[in-house]
């Protein structure tokens, strides 16, 4: 499995907002080939994480295109693009 961490910035006053974006697109975001789980947490700033586990690199990759969609209908709530990174999953535990 592949993690995909991406680091973000929202303006100021646009927690609410993009909250309320970020749960209208759920179906879009589960549905992205190879996902198994994501995860998104912000502090009261704007300052977030995205975690989103996939089946592998070659899977993220391919999802490059929409998830790069789907960022940018966050445009107007973010303070600069996001910033992702890739890391290989040692552990995924859950309860």
Do not use: C
């Amino acid at each position: 499995m592949f993690a995909r961490v991406t680091k973000y910035k929202m303006k100021p006053g646009s927690r609410d907002a993009a909250t309320a974006l970020l749960n209208q697109l759920k179906e879009k975001i589960m549905a992205m080939n190879g996902m198994h789980n994501f995860v998104n947490v912000m502090n009261e700033d704007g300052s977030g994480y995205v975690i989103s586990v996939v089946e592998s690199q070659e899977t993220s990759d391919a999802n490059a295109e929409k998830v790069a969609a789907l960022w940018g209908q966050f445009a107007d709530y973010l303070e600069s693009p996001p910033t992702p990174e890739g890391y290989d999953v040692i552990a995924n535990w859950a309860n």
